[in-house]
């Protein structure tokens, strides 16, 4: 267990609609990452939150967007889903306090657009 | 141009042997992080170990030792007696220059099947 939670675990929704995925961070972590894995593109970063700021910016449609809230968890929105944004979502949390700076991941949350 | 290259889709060993899996990297950075992550049929990512490129020694973390060689850009994971819960993919993945907080580079990965 890597400390870093997800929910939810499976979803699965019509094209053209909406969702949430909402990570919590390992306890301490600050920085928080979302990551995409399809079978097409591989892993692919989106985008990066610290302390509730915006870090950096990946690969990441305009029809997808994210926050970070005051109790550090943080919640990914997708919307207008297309068919090909079926894949598994990570979240990652590391503390950036250190050399390694390891990034932990969640359990993932696999999305079906249907 | 491609960042991190792990050229072997599939690789399988017998239980208790010791098995390589390679990866290659391309930066210009002359700090930067190298790190393997296992992702078994289950799904979820497990980080295995790290190495600096500034690290003089290659990692080592139990079972696991990665064969640091900077001239040659690689960073390949050895597995040491494998069992059948090493049935995993793994992937390859780098963190450019030597800020901490900087998004991972992954690779396609890496099947392994450990037979018995």
């Known amino acids: 267990d890597s400390g870093v939670t997800q929910t939810p675990k499976h979803l699965i929704t019509a094209t053209g609609q909406r969702v949430t995925l909402r990570c919590s961070p390992r306890?301490?972590?600050?920085?928080v990452y979302w990551y995409q894995q399809s079978l097409d593109q591989g892993l692919q970063f989106l985008i990066q939150?610290?302390?509730?700021?915006?870090?950096a910016k990946g690969n990441i449609l305009e029809r997808f967007s994210a926050q970070q809230f005051p109790d550090l968890h943080s919640e990914l929105n997708l919307s207008s889903l297309e068919l090909g944004d079926s894949a598994l979502y990570f979240c990652?949390?590391?503390?950036?306090?250190?050399?390694?700076?390891?990034?932990?991941f969640g359990p993932g949350t696999r999305l079906t657009v249907l | 141009a491609q960042k991190i290259t792990q050229t072997q889709p599939g690789m399988f060993v017998q239980e208790k042997e010791a098995v390589t899996l390679d990866c290659t990297y391309d930066t210009s950075d002359q700090s930067y992080g190298l790190f393997w992550y296992k992702q078994p049929s289950s799904g979820e990512m497990i980080f295995l170990i790290y190495q600096g490129s500034y690290d003089e020694q290659n990692a080592t973390e139990g079972r696991y030792s990665l064969n640091f060689q900077k001239a040659r850009k690689s960073a390949n994971l050895v597995i040491s007696a494998s069992q059948l819960g090493d049935s995993a993919m793994y992937f390859c993945a780098m963190r450019e220059g030597h800020q901490a907080g900087t998004a991972l580079i992954f690779g396609k990965g890496t099947t392994l099947s450990v037979s018995s």
């Open positions: 939150y610290y302390n509730g700021e915006e870090r």
């Open positions: 306890s301490g972590d600050l920085s």
């Open positions: 990652a949390s590391s503390v950036e306090r250190t050399s390694t700076d390891t990034q932990y």
